[in-house]
């Protein structure tokens, strides 16, 4: 038990002198961190809704066996898209 809370402290003290080593400061990091939960929150909503859809809609086939895979990939490349750091100039 001692081994496994050590590990969490060595975790975060990492995760710290990361995120503030990062250009834009520790709180930056953060309100992007933050935002990025969100983000993937939502999108694992949009998984769950359209894992439902597929075994609703379709019994058997291919599309029940390879769909939820394929829309996994999708919204991991939405993520990809849409999670980037926002342009300093804008907003």
């Given at each position: 038990m001692r081994g496994?809370?050590?590990g969490l402290v060595?975790?975060?003290g990492l995760v710290v002198s990361i995120l503030a080593v990062r250009p834009g400061g520790f709180r930056r990091q953060l309100l992007l961190?933050?935002?990025r939960l969100?983000?993937?929150l939502v999108l694992?909503?949009?998984f769950v809704v359209g894992s439902v859809v597929i075994r609703l809609a379709f019994r058997s086939?291919?599309?029940?066996d390879f769909g939820p895979a394929v829309?996994?990939?999708?919204?991991a490349v939405a993520f990809l898209?849409?999670?980037r750091d926002p342009v300093e100039g804008r907003g």
């Open positions: 496994f809370l050590l060595v975790l975060m961190a933050a935002r969100r983000i993937a694992g909503g949009v086939g291919p599309v029940v829309l996994a990939l999708a919204l898209f849409v999670a």
